[in-house]
Structures are given as C-alpha cells and as structure tokens.
C-alpha cells in the first residue's frame, strides 16, 4: 500500500481511510479530550497525509505509525496546555451525563462508559503533556519504544524515560485515590417516605 498511497492512487487513499480512521479518531480524543476536536484532527490529519504522501518510504511496514505521528502532531497544536486538556475532558463529562437517554440497559452501559472517559481523562490531564503522548502511543496504540521514538520525532530513550514517568505520576494517583476511598465513611441507609408512613402509622394504632 505504500507505493501505491505515495503515487497518489485514490484507492489506495481510500483504503489508508478506512483502515486507520477509527484509529486517529480514537487517539486524537484521548489526546484533546474533546470529541469535536478529535473529529477535526482525524480529518486534518488524513489532509495532511495526502499532501505528504510523497514523503513516504516505499520500502516498510504499516502506515499506522505514520499517521498516528501525523495526528499526534495537529491534537498537540489544538491542546498547549494541560489547562485546556482538563477544560475539555470536564466538558466531555458533563454533556455525557446530561445525554444519555433513559433506556434501562443502554443507561446502565453509556454511564458505565462514561466513567471510564471521564476517570481516564481525569488521571490523563494529571500528566504532562509529552509525558501524555508517549504514554497514549506506547500503551494506548501498542507502539513499539522505536516507533513512538519515530512518531515524536525523539530518541528512544526519552520515550522510555518520559512513559516511566506517565507510570510513576499515575500509580501515585491510583494509590491516592484509593486511600481516599478509605477514608470516606459507609453511607447510612435513608429511611424511605413508605418505611415513614408505616412507622407513623404503627405508632397512631398503638395508642388507640
């Protein structure tokens, strides 16, 4: 495929779509926390790819790392700041809390999904932004230490320095967070309006 994308062949462009779009969609959200955003930066990025398409190396493998670099790259110019990275992911989870519809067993799945989204990009926004790339890269795309070295454009053993830094920050968190959940009380069990209006009700017939 990558001769035939590097020679501008439109089948080809289409096939590169269709493999990878789902695959830049997914990380541009993780990096932007927005899914607007990432819709953006998918688009740009096969844009991009094509403008490019002559840079690319006949001889190789996947184009996955290729254009993941691509994507990488546009979802860091929109994101300059872990402030916006944590604006974003909060706005994320709100607007999925307020659209989920009342279906029981879909509820029970989007807002378990939705708390996955919004710890992930909670503990997320708690790193800094190279330190964010590497580990999305590494861990959440399955890139080698070589290729995401090949992706930001960095020695390999930054990669491996920064992810072991991604690990750190967020095992610390995950051990606070724990800690925390400790520390907070058992909730007590609150008496219903019914267990109420027995209650009442077996106390006025004792006096009769």
Known sequence: MRTRVRSGDP????????SYARTLYNHAFRMTGDWAAAEDVMSAAFLEAWRLRGT??????SLRPWLLGIATNLARNHCRSNRRYRAAAAATAAAGAVSVPDHAEEVAGRLDDRRRIEATLGQLSALRGPEREVLLLCLGEGLEYAEAAQVLGIPVGTVRSRLSRARTK???????????????PAARPRQTYGDRTNTVRSAQEGTR
């Open 11 to 18: 089948d080809a462009y289409a096939e590169l779509f269709d």
């Open 56 to 61: 690319i190396d006949p001889e190789g493998g």
């Open 170 to 184: 967020l095992r610390k968190l995950a051990e606070t967070e724990l800690k925390k959940k400790k520390r907070e």
